[in-house]
């Protein structure tokens, strides 16, 4: 069996401004880890990396009959709670919006229960996977839409 190359060594904090590529990098490494750990879960994944003019959705997943809009947040660091809390006001109006238009493109807007998310993900240094912090029903959907389940 080949062996996986080792993941790039991270640059200083002041390289993320200077290397664009690496947090795209890091990034889908963080969300390829959170799909797997939805999956672990018994979570069906339906979507990653959803295109949407207000941004992006990281996952969608099926938990049951709830379709769950799943925001990845990642961090090199240790503090989750600073990470997870950049999941801000504004933050959470994009995702509303962006479920709502994805789930008009798919005629799935009435009757389905719809919950959002928040995972956050911490890569030590020295660790091949990462500790993972998941937040059900970690916002309301915010704005003008309500979804009712």
Same mark, same amino acid.
Do not use: C
């Given at each position: 069996?080949? @062996?996986?190359?080792?993941? /790039?060594?991270?640059?200083?904090?002041?390289?993320?401004?200077?290397?664009? &590529?690496? @947090?795209?990098?890091?990034?889908?490494?963080?969300?390829?880890?959170?799909?797997?750990?939805?999956?672990?879960?018994?979570? $069906?994944?339906? !979507?990653?990396?959803?295109?949407?003019? !207000?941004?992006?959705?990281?996952?969608? %997943?099926?938990?049951? /009959?709830?379709?769950?809009?799943?925001?990845?947040?990642?961090?090199?660091?240790?503090d989750l709670? $600073?990470?997870?809390?950049? =999941?801000?006001? @504004?933050?959470?109006?994009?995702?509303?919006?962006? !479920?709502v238009r994805? #789930?008009?493109?798919? $005629?799935?807007?009435?009757?389905?229960? =719809?919950?959002?998310?928040? #995972?956050?993900?911490? &890569? /030590?240094?020295?660790?091949?996977?990462? =500790?993972?912090?998941?937040?059900?029903? %970690?916002?309301? %959907?915010?704005?003008?839409?309500?979804?009712?389940?």
């Amino acid at each position: 069996m080949p @062996r996986r190359p080792a993941d /790039p060594a991270p640059p200083d904090a002041g390289g993320f401004a200077l290397r664009p &590529w690496w @947090r795209r990098w890091f990034g889908r490494r963080s969300e390829r880890a959170a799909a797997r750990y939805l999956r672990g879960l018994g979570y $069906r994944l339906v !979507a990653a990396n959803v295109a949407d003019p !207000a941004g992006e959705i990281d996952l969608i %997943a099926l938990d049951g /009959p709830t379709v769950v809009v799943v925001e990845v947040r990642s961090t090199a660091g240790d503090d989750l709670d $600073r990470t997870a809390a950049s =999941v801000d006001l @504004r933050k959470q109006r994009k995702l509303t919006g962006a !479920a709502v238009r994805f #789930l008009a493109r798919r $005629r799935l807007l009435e009757g389905v229960a =719809v919950r959002f998310d928040v #995972l956050v993900l911490s &890569w /030590p240094a020295g660790r091949r996977e990462p =500790v993972v912090r998941h937040v059900p029903h %970690a916002f309301e %959907a915010t704005g003008r839409y309500q979804f009712h389940g």
